[in-house]
């Protein structure tokens, strides 16, 4: 998805003929906050994304990596960071995976 989530959010529920009051209140946001973050002026609380997936039959775990990307993709450009950046998060979280997975395992 190269459009911003709020926009897929619309698309989503214009295409179950759903209005922003019913998206709303199934989400259990107020409607004008809904608007507001389909319109790219506020964020969507990420608490949501589980009622979005189960309302419109979305595997979470992809609706997630979409949600998050965005979210990284904006903070490196509000910070004027390179993309060099991506590549040194990647080994940043890398390495936080492998020291958590050796956690784990010493856990008795």
Known sequence: ???PFGK???KLRVKNDLTL???AAYLGIDSGALSKIE???KKLDEKVLPRIAE???LDL???KNEFISEQIANKIYESNCSNEVLQLA???LNYIKQR???QINLTF
Do not use: A, P
């Open 55 to 57: 309302k419109f039959n």
């Open 21 to 23: 009051t019913q998206l």
């Open 90 to 92: 990647e080994k940043k």
């Open 8 to 10: 897929y959010i619309r």
């Open 39 to 41: 319109n790219g002026k």
């Open 1 to 3: 998805m190269k459009e």
């Open 100 to 102: 958590n997975t050796k």
């Open 61 to 63: 775990e992809i609706l």
